[in-house]
Nanobody, 128 residues
Framework: QVDLAESGGGSVPAVGSLRLSCVAS????????MGWFRQAPGKGREGVAL??????KYVDSVKGRFTNAQDNAKNTLYLEMNILRPEDSAMYYC???????????????????????WGQGTQVTVSI
């Protein structure tokens, strides 16, 4: 289990930018897959990006606009979001899952249930 804390959300106009942060703590030694997810009111949780072995991978709707960065010294993962659209408005979550090695399937950004550790979320609102 990993303790995760997101921050950096806010309200921005369309085509604006935000940078979300996810600070990890309380984890055991090892490598982890990290995921960014979002959930809009009345909708299911949607994967945005997967970071880890043979990654990052981004869903088509954010490719070219969202990028991952990380500061290992600060145990922090970032999601740089540019050219934001109103449809990007949602609660954004980061998630973590232990990388058990190449003999095991990696978690899928399409399946939030593949991740066992979640943060509390940070709200992003993009206005027209």
């Amino acid at each position: 289990q990993v303790d995760l804390a997101e921050s950096g959300g806010g309200s921005v106009p369309a085509v604006g930018s935000l940078r979300l942060s996810c600070v990890a703590s309380g984890y055991t030694r090892g490598k982890y897959y990290m995921g960014w997810f979002r959930q809009a009111p009345g909708k299911g949780r949607e994967g945005v990006a997967l970071i880890g072995r043979d990654c990052p991978k981004y869903v088509d709707s954010v490719k070219g606009r969202f990028t991952n960065a990380q500061d290992n010294a600060k145990n922090t993962l970032y999601l740089e979001m540019n050219i934001l659209r109103p449809e990007d408005s949602a609660m954004y979550y980061c998630a973590a899952e232990l990388d058990r090695g190449s003999d095991y399937a990696r978690p899928r950004v399409s399946r939030p249930g593949d991740f066992t550790s979640w943060g509390q979320g940070t709200q992003v609102t993009v206005s027209i």
